[in-house]
């Protein structure tokens, strides 16, 4: 078996490692509906495994309604349809290879360079003047932590979150139209449970933010996946494929994309939604780095073209205002809000009113846009020194506009799943790039560097050291 399979989680048994190896050369397109499997006898072969290993792994693959077996042929690929209730994501064999290869568990690597986190250096952020809000507010709400939220979120702060947005982006929005999760990692897993049911197609953008696909795909649907460049998407593939595989939704990341740092243009921003209308189609537009940008303001978002209530916004607080509150939104249209508080409801009840009340009061004070104007410079400082030492390199990357990220492309023959093993030998850790782009072909030669958490003085060190081992590699 390739060595970036293996690397990811040797505590993986074989046989799910196996199931991993199938599923994202499925979803990648590399064997299509219909198409005929490598027999057991080949794949254990090529893997480095026993047959009775890949014999396994096809079982449950079958079980799931993924594959199907032709007399005396072999294994092929079945044609999408709806999974029956038991085939659903409870099995363990279904939701074991969910946990191979994810960004929590490469995030979860300690070391001393860290450049695999796109989280803010908490040295950035003004913890002491949280620390006297906090006092504030308890003074000023002495009942506030015997409360319990509303599920749809504190109304003060969708009122305010609301009217800034309509205010300062042109949403329209009224408080009726937002929801308050903790943080945008559970605005997409509320979404993809209030509307995606199994055997749905969801599109999404290669590469993409890795626990995205996963939540999608332990809803049960099947992946289709659009290629995001430089210039932004191919609208004619994605009306294609609109047209053809009829997709629940698209979810995607249009501002500061992670990991691509990309943002498309006005243009596509308002053809979408057309789209979208079109073919019925749900967007999801993830914009959890919109106030990151170094240069220009991005353009508005999707959501503000469309004016059919095909786009559910997700905004999120929790990467670079305040982390530890977690708090993020989900705004749409009234026609899907009651979808989606019955599935917070089901989730947590709503986030915690002390969470929503102090990132109001930071919301509403002129110190968070202070703060944002300085980080913002903090960061891109971060970003160059990291891209002076890229120069250093014949590595390839799109500078980025915005976030927390660049997207490098090493030299061919060099693995970054081989070569974090080599670096976290040296305290390195950076994200390799399937676990944003699930095709093994491009991914593999892909890296994730964040620049937003390693001091500039690390940033020069480390990439030093990373460098010179993917040279040696
Ligand atoms: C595109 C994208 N969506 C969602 C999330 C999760 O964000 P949160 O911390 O708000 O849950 C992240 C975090 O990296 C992200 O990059």
């Keep these: 078996m390739s060595r970036t399979v293996m690397m990811a989680d040797n505590s993986m048994k074989r046989y799910e490692q196996v199931i991993h190896y199938l599923m994202v050369r499925i979803e990648a397109g590399e064997w299509v509906e219909q198409e005929k499997l490598p027999s057991v006898r080949s794949l254990s072969e090529l893997l480095g495994v026993h047959r009775l290993t890949v014999f396994k792994a096809y079982q449950e693959l079958k079980q799931r309604g993924i594959v199907y077996v032709r007399d005396k042929s072999g294994y092929y690929v079945s044609p999408a349809k709806p999974l029956s209730d038991t085939d659903q994501g409870d099995d363990p064999s279904v939701s074991a290879w969910l946990h191979w290869d994810t960004l929590d568990r490469v995030q979860s690597l300690e070391a001393e360079y860290q450049f695999s986190k796109s989280l803010i250096d908490p040295a950035l952020l003004p913890n002491r003047y949280w620390g006297e809000l906090m006092r504030d507010l308890l003074d000023q709400y002495p009942r506030l932590l015997g409360t319990y939220s509303t599920i749809q979120g504190d109304l003060e702060l969708r009122t305010s979150l609301a009217s800034h947005l309509t205010a300062?982006?042109?949403?329209?929005?009224?408080?009726?139209?937002?929801?308050?999760?903790?943080?945008?990692?559970?605005?997409?897993?509320?979404?993809?449970?209030?509307?995606?049911?199994?055997?749905?197609?969801?599109?999404?953008?290669?590469?993409?933010?890795?626990?995205?696909?996963?939540?999608?795909?332990?809803?049960?649907?099947?992946?289709?996946?659009?290629?995001?460049?430089?210039?932004?998407?191919?609208?004619?593939?994605?009306?294609?494929?609109?047209?053809?595989?009829?997709?629940?939704?698209?979810?995607?990341?249009?501002?500061?994309?992670?990991?691509?740092?990309?943002?498309?243009?006005?243009?596509?921003?308002?053809?979408?939604?057309?789209?979208?209308?079109?073919?019925?189609?749900?967007?999801?537009?993830?914009?959890?780095?919109?106030?990151?940008?170094?240069?220009?303001?991005?353009?508005?978002?999707?959501?503000?073209?469309?004016?059919?209530?095909?786009?559910?916004?997700?905004?999120?607080?929790?990467?670079?205002?305040?982390?530890?509150?977690?708090?993020?939104?989900?705004?749409?249209?009234?026609?899907?809000?009651?979808?989606?508080?019955?599935?917070?409801?089901?989730?947590?009840?709503?986030?915690?009113?002390?969470?929503?009340?102090?990132?109001?009061?930071?919301?509403?004070?002129?110190?968070?846009?202070?703060?944002?104007?300085?980080?913002?410079?903090?960061?891109?400082?971060?970003?160059?020194?990291?891209?002076?030492?890229?120069?250093e390199t014949d590595w390839t990357w799109t500078r980025p506009e915005g976030g927390l990220n660049i997207w490098a492309d090493l030299p061919e023959g060099i693995d970054t799943g081989r070569l974090l093993h080599q670096s976290m030998e040296h305290s390195i850790a950076f994200v390799p790039g399937t676990v944003f782009d699930p095709s093994h072909a491009s991914g593999s030669r892909k890296l994730r560097l964040s620049f937003s958490y390693a001091r500039e003085q690390q940033i020069r060190e480390g990439m030093d050291r990373l460098i010179t081992l993917a040279a040696r590699s």
């Design 168 to 391: 300062k982006e042109r949403f329209y929005l009224s408080s009726d139209e937002v929801l308050i999760t903790s943080g945008a990692q559970q605005a997409i897993d509320v979404i993809s449970r209030a509307l995606v049911k199994p055997g749905d197609r969801v599109l999404i953008e290669r590469p993409t933010y890795g626990p995205a696909m996963e939540i999608f795909r332990k809803q049960g649907a099947r992946l289709v996946f659009t290629d995001i460049h430089p210039e932004g998407y191919d609208l004619e593939q994605i009306e294609h494929l609109m047209k053809t595989e009829k997709p629940r939704l698209f979810y995607m990341t249009p501002t500061f994309q992670n990991p691509t740092g990309i943002s498309i243009s006005v243009e596509q921003r308002k053809q979408l939604p057309e789209l979208a209308e079109q073919y019925g189609c749900f967007l999801v537009e993830d914009d959890s780095t919109y106030d990151i940008y170094f240069k220009e303001k991005p353009p508005a978002p999707i959501f503000t073209y469309d004016t059919s209530g095909h786009t559910l916004y997700i905004r999120s607080y929790s990467k670079y205002v305040v982390p530890g509150l977690r708090i993020a939104a989900i705004m749409c249209r009234s026609h899907l809000m009651a979808g989606l508080q019955a599935i917070k409801a089901l989730t947590d009840n709503g986030s915690p009113l002390l969470n929503q009340k102090l990132f109001l009061r930071y919301f509403q004070s002129d110190r968070m846009h202070q703060h944002l104007s300085k980080l913002r410079t903090a960061l891109q400082l971060r970003m160059e020194v990291m891209e002076q030492c890229l120069l």
